[in-house]
């Protein structure tokens, strides 16, 4: 199976940049469809973006996109979440997510334990 560890999260003026980062061990991360996924306090936890193994396709929640990329970087193990334009309404925890068989706003199999962004008025 395949650990996940998100980081870069933090504080951010409205209008402000952040890249959150998944690293994955004990798995390749070439075998596995991600995605990013958001959890506002007190709503459910919503898809953000994915990406297929190889890079080549993306997918994203009308709400981020355009603002939003989402990129892997397999020799690292490594799949990133730029973040550009961020507004208040995009504070929120995220997760990476992976799965060999889901793609988009889906089930996954493994999750990482969350990195949080909060994005001030």
């Known amino acids: 199976q395949v650990q996940l560890v998100e980081s870069g999260g933090g504080l951010v003026q409205a209008g402000g940049s952040l890249r959150l980062s998944c690293v994955a061990s004990g798995r390749t991360l070439i075998t596995y469809l991600m995605g990013w996924f958001r959890q506002a306090p007190g709503k459910e936890r919503e898809f953000v973006a994915a990406i297929t193994r190889s890079g080549s396709m993306t997918t994203y929640a009308d709400s981020v996109k355009g603002r939003f990329t989402v990129s892997r970087d397999n020799a690292r193990n490594t799949v990133y979440l730029q973040m550009d334009s961020l507004k208040p309404e995009d504070t929120a925890v995220y997760y990476c997510?992976?799965?060999?068989?889901?793609w988009g706003p889906g089930s996954y199999g493994y999750w990482g334990q969350g990195t949080q962004v909060t994005v001030s008025s």
């Open positions: 997510a992976a799965d060999r068989t889901t």
